[in-house]
């Protein structure tokens, strides 16, 4: 008896640890999610900030031509 009482409990143990490194896995997926919504952000305010030097430049050299 004394080794199915100690099967169950190592068998909870593994199942709390597992969901503790599951519960660190969805938090550090949400936080990237985050990096990347703000990376994302960064990156297109970037190309709108290219677009518009770009524009001004070639405006530049059509009104010098």
């Known amino acids: 008896?004394?080794?199915a009482m100690l099967a169950?409990?190592?068998?909870?143990c593994g199942l709390a640890v597992l969901g503790v490194?599951?519960?660190k896995v969805f938090v550090e997926a949400q936080r990237?999610?985050?990096q990347v919504t703000e990376t994302t952000r960064r990156?297109?305010?970037a190309a709108e900030d290219l677009e518009r030097a770009?524009?001004?430049v070639a405006k530049a050299?059509?009104?010098v031509g």
């Open 43 to 45: 990156i297109n305010r």
């Open 32 to 34: 990237l999610g985050r």
């Open 61 to 63: 050299s059509r009104d």
């Open 21 to 23: 490194f599951a519960i």
């Open 54 to 56: 770009a524009a001004g």
């Open 8 to 12: 169950v409990a190592v068998g909870f």
């Open 1 to 3: 008896m004394f080794w």
